[in-house]
């Protein structure tokens, strides 16, 4: 398991993969990362301070994920980052955050004293696919009532059952309402959740031009952050 590396493409950045505690929702149909959460706290805290070890802050901009959101990670590995956003002179950190803690994102502003962007797992704006199918409990009707919390979303697309008029409405209003966005092709894993090779074939060619969207990352495998 890589816990941390560096992006030197778009948004040059450290990101650092750390333990937290359970996910608070843990049940999204497709996501078998959560594997990764624990409930021992004293080794988390220490396999966390491994990664952060390696941070050297060269970029000012950290971002740290952990098959959660950041308001699950352990009260002592919070306050070893900031220490390392002190040390480190780091100027902007990138958290995730699910739908649930969207009245929340200011604690980490006031607790780091920093900018926190955060990315919000939306997966689709198609509701019922959302929340029917990947069960995301993020029960947010418009794009713009997401937006009005969040300024970068994640995006999945290549899920059987998922359509090419979703895919479209989903990178035009990931264009029109946000700053920024992350979008994940999906690879099958653990759980039934299925890719559909044809879909991302189509959006592959489609959407190439994402690839040179400064704002935009695409994620062709799970681990192309260099995590994981
Ligand atoms: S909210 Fe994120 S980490 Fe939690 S179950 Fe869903 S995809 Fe997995």
């Avoid at 816990?3 to 078998?32: H, M, Q």
């Avoid at 993020?138 to 008029?165: H, N, R, W």
Wanted: aromatic residues 12%; proline residues 3%.
């Amino acid at each position: 398991m890589e816990r941390y590396s560096r992006i030197t493409d778009k948004n040059k950045r450290e990101i650092v993969l750390l333990r937290a505690f359970p996910c608070v929702w843990g049940k999204c149909t497709f996501c078998d990362y959560i594997e990764d959460n624990g409930r021992d706290e004293a080794e988390m805290v220490r396999e966390n301070r491994e990664a952060l070890r390696e941070i050297t802050g060269e970029f000012g901009v950290l971002e740290v994920i952990n098959s959660g959101s950041c308001f699950e990670l352990p009260k002592e590995t919070l306050e070893d980052i900031r220490t390392v956003v002190r040390l480190k002179n780091i100027k902007r950190l990138i958290f995730e955050s699910h739908w649930i803690y969207r009245k929340r994102l200011q604690e980490m502003r006031d607790y780091f004293g920093i900018p926190v962007t955060y990315k919000m797992g939306v997966e689709t704006f198609d509701y019922d696919f959302r929340e029917k199918v990947l069960n995301k409990h993020a029960d947010f009707k418009t794009p713009m009532e997401a937006a009005e919390y969040f300024d970068s979303i994640c995006l999945m697309v290549g899920i059987q059952g998922q359509t090419k008029e979703m895919i479209r409405n989903d990178i035009a209003w990931l264009k029109k309402y946000f700053n920024h966005g992350t979008v994940n092709v999906f690879n099958n894993n653990s759980t039934p959740i299925k890719r559909d090779e044809e879909l991302v074939r189509w959006f592959m060619e489609e959407y190439q031009w994402l690839l040179d969207d400064p704002d935009v990352e695409v994620l062709y495998e799970i681990t192309d952050f260099g995590v994981g």
